[in-house]
């Protein structure tokens, strides 16, 4: 099956009741046995539920995996990860990741006994000289947020396998309609089904999917034995959601280039970030690992100042100034004071993440608006 066919029927089954289309809404907690232990494989609804199930068999079709689990947040989704590790075992991580990650590896699991590095990987190989024998995970973002830095997932995964650690891959910018990393040699890829999966900006909800049975086996444990799980109306949005995710990934690469393009063209910005672009430092490696280079834009402009993007922010009408990414409706942000407002000043400084730097994630309205918008506000 191709991928825009399996966005609609990947994993899905008529319902066997009435034939309904679409997967009812099973909003039940538990299930009637005909004995005890009988019954037709659902029991409580923290262990598996039917719509539920639905979406993690549509998760796996679309990530080309085997096993997908559903979490209530993108975050749950990562913990749960965190939990395959012990005391003394150490991640690699990506420097430029999402805030609340960070948040989540450096003052969560730092205190249970995990060690991380974060590393810039655009070159992957500077990963090396941290992999040690407690080294257990790598757990990457690509492309990165909020720097459109792009990591080369093929090579990544080679030095895990040589290395015998996981590596998981957070797919929540890219999304499996531009790149499959589970085919590119990851682990577990994992998705805040928040952004676009959900793409409707109306449902909080996270995913993992993998290829080998015992690391499901374990996941699984987890979920259910931690219980982050997500409610069967949530996981009904997002089904419905994957439905059109390829019909609204095509207009988000297409907005976005041409949003990134004006940009560029417009004297008042410094910087655009955006791995389409030939001068982007990895544009090579995004052009072999991805189908395309998504709506993810950040900028920087000339006037290096808060109050410079703070103006601009303001000015906008028909971009949304708000967290959160991967809607049918355009959003811009200020990662300082937003969602990098958790990672410290110096930190910030290093990776790219300067008080002018504005996010945008270009959503599918007409891109014409969208450009007089951004015309009209920076000037
Ligand atoms: C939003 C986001 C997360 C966290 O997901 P939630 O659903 O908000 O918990 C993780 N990674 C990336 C790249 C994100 O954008």
């Given at each position: 099956?191709?991928?825009?066919?399996?966005?609609?029927?990947?994993?899905?089954?008529?319902?066997?009741?009435?034939?309904?289309?679409?997967?009812?809404?099973?909003?039940?907690?538990?299930?009637?046995?005909?004995?005890?232990?009988?019954?037709?494989?659902?029991?409580?609804?923290?262990?598996?539920?039917?719509?539920?199930?639905?979406?993690?068999?549509?998760?796996?079709?679309?990530?080309?995996?085997?096993?997908?689990?559903?979490?209530?947040?993108?975050?749950?989704?990562?913990?749960?990860?965190?939990?395959?590790?012990?005391?003394?075992?150490?991640?690699?991580?990506?420097?430029?990741?999402y805030g609340g990650?960070?948040?989540?590896?450096?003052?969560?699991?730092?205190?249970?006994?995990?060690?991380?590095?974060?590393?810039?990987?655009?070159?992957?190989?500077?990963?090396?000289?941290?992999?040690?024998?407690?080294?257990?995970?790598?757990?990457?973002?690509?492309?990165?947020n909020p720097?459109?830095?792009?990591?080369?997932?093929?090579?990544?995964?080679?030095?895990?396998?040589?290395?015998?650690?996981?590596?998981?891959?957070?797919?929540?910018?890219?999304?499996?309609?531009?790149?499959?990393?589970?085919?590119?040699?990851?682990?577990?890829?994992?998705?805040?089904?928040t952004k676009?999966?959900?793409?409707h900006s109306d449902?909080v909800?996270?995913?993992?999917?993998?290829?080998?049975?015992?690391?499901?086996?374990?996941?699984?444990?987890?979920?259910?034995?931690?219980?982050?799980?997500?409610?069967?109306?949530?996981?009904?949005?997002?089904?419905?959601?994957?439905?059109?995710?390829?019909?609204?990934?095509?207009?988000h690469?297409?907005n976005g280039?041409?949003v990134?393009?004006y940009l560029?063209?417009n004297?008042k910005v410094?910087?655009v970030y955006?791995?389409?672009?030939?001068?982007?430092?990895?544009?090579?490696?995004?052009?072999?690992?991805?189908?395309?280079?998504?709506g993810m834009i950040s900028f920087s402009t000339?006037q290096?100042t808060s109050a410079s993007a703070v103006s601009i922010l303001e000015k906008l009408k028909v971009f949304t100034l708000a967290e959160s990414l991967g809607g049918v409706e355009s959003l811009a942000g200020h990662p300082a004071t937003m969602t990098h407002a958790s990672?410290?000043?110096?930190?910030r400084?290093?990776?790219?993440v300067t008080d002018s730097l504005i996010r945008l994630s270009v959503g599918i309205e007409?891109v014409?608006d969208l450009i007089e918008d951004l015309k009209n506000a920076i000037g």
């Amino acid at each position: 099956m191709k991928f825009n066919t399996k966005t609609i029927h990947g994993g899905q089954q008529l319902d066997p009741a009435y034939g309904a289309v679409m997967p009812p809404i099973y909003q039940t907690t538990t299930y009637a046995q005909s004995s005890p232990g009988q019954h037709q494989g659902f029991e409580y609804s923290r262990s598996h539920n039917p719509t539920r199930s639905a979406l993690e068999n549509a998760l796996a079709s679309i990530e080309n995996g085997s096993y997908g689990l559903a979490f209530g947040s993108g975050l749950a989704a990562i913990d749960a990860v965190m939990k395959l590790l012990k005391p003394g075992d150490e991640v690699i991580s990506t420097n430029d990741l999402y805030g609340g990650t960070y948040r989540l590896f450096t003052r969560i699991f730092e205190d249970f006994g995990i060690k991380f590095h974060f590393v810039g990987m655009e070159n992957v190989h500077q990963i090396e000289q941290f992999i040690n024998d407690n080294t257990a995970l790598i757990w990457a973002e690509t492309p990165t947020n909020p720097m459109m830095n792009i990591i080369d997932i093929q090579a990544l995964s080679k030095i895990a396998k040589k290395n015998k650690v996981w590596l998981a891959v957070d797919n929540t910018f890219a999304t499996p309609y531009l790149q499959q990393p589970l085919d590119l040699g990851a682990d577990i890829v994992m998705h805040s089904a928040t952004k676009y999966l959900g793409g409707h900006s109306d449902v909080v909800l996270g995913a993992l999917v993998v290829k080998e049975k015992s690391l499901a086996d374990r996941l699984y444990f987890i979920q259910n034995a931690s219980g982050a799980i997500c409610g069967p109306q949530d996981c009904f949005l997002v089904l419905r959601g994957i439905k059109t995710l390829h019909v609204r990934m095509q207009r988000h690469c297409e907005n976005g280039e041409a949003v990134a393009n004006y940009l560029k063209s417009n004297a008042k910005v410094a910087k655009v970030y955006w791995p389409g672009f030939i001068d982007h430092p990895n544009h090579h490696i995004a052009k072999e690992q991805m189908n395309g280079y998504g709506g993810m834009i950040s900028f920087s402009t000339k006037q290096d100042t808060s109050a410079s993007a703070v103006s601009i922010l303001e000015k906008l009408k028909v971009f949304t100034l708000a967290e959160s990414l991967g809607g049918v409706e355009s959003l811009a942000g200020h990662p300082a004071t937003m969602t990098h407002a958790s990672i410290p000043y110096e930190e910030r400084q290093k990776i790219g993440v300067t008080d002018s730097l504005i996010r945008l994630s270009v959503g599918i309205e007409d891109v014409t608006d969208l450009i007089e918008d951004l015309k009209n506000a920076i000037g």
